[in-house]
């Protein structure tokens, strides 16, 4: 039987949200019937599980589009680059007669080159809400709208802020929800506490996620230091770093940290492969991101974990988090009633357990990774077909 070759690109090659994703379909998909040919802007660990999973996988870096080409003389070097790193991604299509190209982000323009200049079919798989630049948003939506043959979005919020554009037709995007694998909740729960010296019957509230202006690291911290002024036994766990050349929002963090009298029980972690360690060391989880996120993988591996999570009640969090059931949905940007959430778990035990074990079974009803990977898979077949 003939195989489908399908090209993925993607904007990294860190073990994030959005790449732990792209990684989980590559890995997964039927591979009798498709091949995946993976090409990224750079090197990096996720090459290494690319390659593990034995996947085809090379670096080539094509221009992702970020803020450092806001500018006149950015926009000349983005468009230079564009241009020449599209035309060799053109070349590798048709040489190597491949039906589709999964287009992981918004981030990533070169699919727009791919349809004007190939017959392959494009898939936009967008993780995004745009919400400024305004301009960016609208170009964004202009792009799908005409240079995409079947869009996916990660979740209903991230469909509806597409659709409010004006630009893209409703008919022009699904929604199909993130899945992951089990692999995250198989680690000792000593392991971390041991290394950063937190006691073993300390509860602990994490954050795992990239460091940069609307993950909600300073709302984190505001609110978590009242409950720690007030319980000795509650030790604070933030795991993640910012993106090259943004450096400057881990200093601000690192600052911050440095000038409470509770800093001793404020654990500040790099980005690591081994997750999954961090996340068995906590009680609870907590995601206060001050823009809408739109499908956040932190949280369903916090679920997958049996973890309650508390978030701000916007994007795709509203429809992970069963709020009184599988956690807390507070009002966005209100710090005060994210403290009061985190109070009611930290000072009942049982409540904790109860909401974990809600999280981990929704987890696994609604988000698992099969689901995910034949509604993906469907996709392809719907547009190769």
């Known amino acids: ?124 798989h967008v993780h995004e809400i745009i919400m400024k630049p305004k301009f960016i948003y609208k170009m964004i939506c202009f792009l799908i709208q005409h240079f995409s043959d079947q869009t996916v979005a990660v979740s209903d919020a991230t469909k509806q802020r597409l659709i409010d554009s004006g630009i893209v037709d409703q008919a022009k995007v699904i929604t199909i929800h993130n899945g992951i694998s089990r692999d995250y909740s198989q680690s000792a729960p000593d392991y971390v506490r041991k290394l950063l010296n937190i006691p073993s019957d300390a509860i602990v509230i994490g954050m795992i996620g990239r460091v940069n202006a609307w993950k909600g690291q300073s709302d984190f911290i505001d609110a978590v230091c009242p409950i720690l002024q007030r319980n000795q036994n509650v030790h604070v766990l933030l795991v993640g770093s910012a993106y090259v050349g943004e450096e400057e929002y881990e200093k601000r963090l690192v600052n911050k940290v440095a000038s409470l009298a509770t800093r001793e029980r404020i654990h500040l972690c790099p980005f690591t492969e ?52 599988t956690g807390y949905l507070c009002p966005p940007l209100d710090v005060t009633k994210l403290t009061q959430k985190l109070d009611l778990l930290v000072g009942n035990t049982s409540l904790r357990l109860k909401m974990g074990q809600k999280a981990n079974i929704r987890q696994e009803k609604f988000f698992s990774l099969s689901q995910f990977v034949e509604r993906i898979t469907q996709v392809y077949v719907d547009l190769i077909s």
Request: glycine content about 6%.
């Open 1 to 124: 039987m003939e195989k489908y070759k399908i090209l993925f690109l993607h904007a990294g090659a860190e073990l994030y949200g959005a790449d732990k994703i792209l990684l989980e379909i590559v890995d997964n998909i039927d591979r009798k019937t498709f091949e995946p040919i993976v090409i990224l802007p750079e090197d990096g660990p996720l090459v290494s599980k690319m390659r593990e999973a034995g996947v085809e996988v090379s670096v080539l870096p094509y221009p992702i589009l970020r803020r450092k080409f806001f500018n006149i003389r950015g926009i000349g070097n983005y468009i230079f680059s564009y241009i020449r790193f599209s035309r060799r991604l053109k070349k590798i299509v048709n040489k190597e007669n491949i039906r589709l190209v999964h287009v992981n982000t918004t981030a990533v323009l070169e699919g727009v080159w791919l349809k004007l200049f190939t017959k392959a079919k494009i898939v936009w």
């Open 274 to 325: 081994k997750i999954a360690d961090y996340y068995a060391a906590l009680n609870i989880f907590v995601l206060p991101s001050i823009q809408p996120d739109p499908f956040p993988t932190v949280v369903l591996e916090a679920m997958s974990n049996s973890l309650p999570v508390v978030a701000y009640n916007h994007g795709g969090a509203s429809e992970m988090i069963l709020d009184n059931e």
